[in-house]
């Protein structure tokens, strides 16, 4: 089974936790993980230099995921612009690596559009 996961929730959130450990499990089981879209507080995991350490714990949990079974890590444009991660007129292709953990990439909401319908299932964390 195809699956792909929308965070929305902040690194320190129990769901966030509980998002990361689901990724991995279903990739255990041997299910695909098209995609992982951060959006809203969730875009907070892809900060290289969040303001708590416990934030930049999960960001490496899912760099980690990233890395051992690959998967399309997304972090919505416009959300983390709001949130001060990236310039509001930030171009999704533009370097901002000194912002966002490797890994994690920005693009807009046509890619949870696209994992929504390349999915068999999409898991919102919230």
Request: proline share 6%.
């Amino acid at each position: 089974m195809i699956f792909s996961l929308l965070v929305c929730t902040t690194p320190l959130s129990p769901e966030d936790n509980h998002a990361v450990k689901f990724a991995r499990t279903l990739l255990q089981q041997g299910h695909q993980l098209y995609r992982v879209f951060f959006y809203a507080d969730g875009v907070y995991s892809a900060a290289s230099k969040p303001a708590n350490p416990g934030a930049a714990r999960q960001g490496e949990l899912w760099q980690l995921l990233a890395r051992e079974y690959p998967t399309d890590l997304v972090v919505c444009t416009t959300a983390a612009s709001q949130r001060g991660l990236v310039a509001a007129d930030s171009d999704p292709s533009a370097d901002c690596s000194s912002r966002l953990l490797p890994c994690f990439e920005l693009a807009g909401l046509a890619e949870l559009t696209d994992a929504a319908a390349s999915s068999d299932r999409v898991v919102t964390f919230a």
